[in-house]
């Protein structure tokens, strides 16, 4: 099965940008809100995943 997965950079500045989590973009938007900061680098970038499927739980009923 294939999905996405994102490759997220953020920072104060592109020179500066870090890796974070996709999940975690909006908690560094609202720190940098906080921080009074003019302005902010946010990088995502989208590439296509494969995995293999959950093996399904067996319940036993």
């Known amino acids: 099965m294939y999905y996405w997965a994102f ?16 999940s975690e973009i909006n908690q560094h938007i609202d720190a940098a809100v906080v921080q009074e900061l003019p302005e ?7 590439r296509a995943c494969k995995h293999l499927p959950r093996p399904s739980e067996d319940t036993g009923e």
């Open 7 to 22: 490759d997220c950079l953020f920072n104060a500045s592109a020179e500066a940008a870090e890796k974070i989590f996709s």
């Open 40 to 46: 902010f680098y946010v990088e995502i970038l989208a």
